[in-house]
């Protein structure tokens, strides 16, 4: 997969917080994050689980592995790039590491396609249901199994909701 290329907020300012979480003053809207770090063992050890599994339970168990990438892949602006490491990069080791029958499911590249809505919290280090729809769709398509369109569901809106970032940032 390439890299996602940021054109929601790329020349937002950001700073560092209190306590190192990452604050993105976008034009009309504020966004925190934490970066991304991994090593290379680590994402190979990621998938040697995926793969572990489906040595364990050969073809009797289709095993998928869709590692979900964060806030930071999609909405990182240029000037805060050296405060996390390529989910992307991370990715491609995971999946080339994975043992045939261990199938990939991409949602790097899903959800960088939906990155314009609002698939993440913004103040907090989970993604929202959009991007967790946008994601069990990925899933439920590549293991050729049904799957209800959007309009299907009904939307809610928690008011007040302040999210994790600020509990870790203090900011």
Not at 15 to 22: D, L, N, V
Not at 102 to 108: G, L
Not at 149 to 163: Q, T
Request: net charge negative; hydrophobic share 35%.
């Amino acid at each position: 997969m390439e890299e996602y290329i940021n054109t929601v907020n790329p020349h937002a300012s950001a700073r560092k917080t209190r306590t190192g979480g990452k604050l993105v003053e976008g034009v009309d809207t504020i966004r925190a994050f934490n970066g991304f770090g991994t090593t290379k063992a680590n994402a190979i050890a990621y998938a040697e689980c995926a793969n572990l599994y489906k040595h364990t339970f050969g073809d009797t168990v289709n095993i998928y592995l869709t590692a979900i990438p964060t806030a930071v892949a999609f909405y990182c602006p240029d000037a805060a790039k050296e405060w996390t490491s390529s989910q992307a990069d991370a990715l491609n080791i995971m999946f080339e590491a994975l043992d045939p029958g261990v199938i990939p499911v991409d949602m790097y590249t899903i959800l960088g396609q939906h990155a314009h809505e609002p698939i993440y919290s913004r103040t907090d280090h989970h993604w929202s249901p959009l991007g967790a729809y946008y994601a069990a769709q990925a899933i439920a398509q590549t293991a050729g199994l049904p799957f209800r369109d959007l309009s299907h569901y009904d939307r809610h809106v928690v008011k007040g909701y302040v999210g994790s970032m600020h509990r870790y940032s203090k900011d």
